[in-house]
């Protein structure tokens, strides 16, 4: 029988398929004008976390988040299902450790292993939830940080999604296949042995918000 692995390697992804042109670059998927917002979260949250920390970004697409996790003088490590993103990484950042690896397997890496884990605007593309917080926490030290950005799915944004652009949001052929709120994702991270620390809305109004920015503690 197959290890998902080996099935993977077999076959191209969805991202290999819709979401990564072969000339696609690091900076081209830098454009988003909320990944500024992201950044500048993420570096006051690491300021508190001392220098040399090693981290796992997780479902690293192209690389521009890996990168820049190690430009802020961390040791970072890049896994993607995507052979072409994982490709497309190892050339533009050949200094920087990059693994083909889907985040709801097992993750090719020992217990205890890094200091956080990083994943940002990837969650809602993953089919088992479950299996991917149950792998960070495995790789995590105790007291390990995870920081997680996904599509904001409050209240009322949906009531609004429903009235104004349900059959746009949500196409049942779409990348997006998880849409959390506040509540639920703190709920399967606190049933995957995950204390949450914080958590931010980023973009527009609070209520309408963009993304969900969440850092949570490995209990």
Not at 75 to 101: C, M, V
């Amino acid at each position: 029988m197959e290890s998902p692995q080996e099935q993977m390697a077999k076959d191209k992804t969805f991202f290999d398929v819709y979401s990564y042109a072969e000339d696609s670059t690091p900076q081209g998927a830098m454009d988003d004008p909320n990944r500024a917002a992201i950044r500048r979260r993420t570096k006051e949250v690491l300021a508190g976390l001392g220098r040399g920390i090693k981290i796992l970004d997780a479902a690293c697409g192209l690389g521009q988040d890996t990168r820049y996790l190690a430009s802020l003088g961390h040791k970072a490590w890049g896994i993607d299902s995507s052979t072409k993103a994982i490709r497309i990484a190892q050339h533009h950042f050949p200094e920087l450790p990059f693994i083909h690896a889907a985040i709801d397997t097992h993750l090719p890496f020992e217990d205890l292993f890094f200091d956080m884990v990083y994943s940002c605007l990837t969650i809602a593309h993953v089919l088992d939830t479950r299996k991917m917080f149950s792998e960070f926490n495995r790789v995590l030290v105790p007291g390990g940080h995870l920081v997680v950005i996904t599509p904001y799915h409050g209240l009322l944004k949906n009531l609004v999604l429903a009235v104004y652009g349900f059959e746009r949001h949500f196409q049942v052929d779409g990348e997006s296949i998880r849409f959390y709120s506040r509540k639920s994702l703190r709920n399967i991270l606190h049933a995957n042995g995950f204390s949450v620390e914080s958590m931010w809305r980023i973009g527009r109004i609070p209520p309408l918000a963009k993304a969900l920015y969440t850092v949570a503690c490995k209990a």
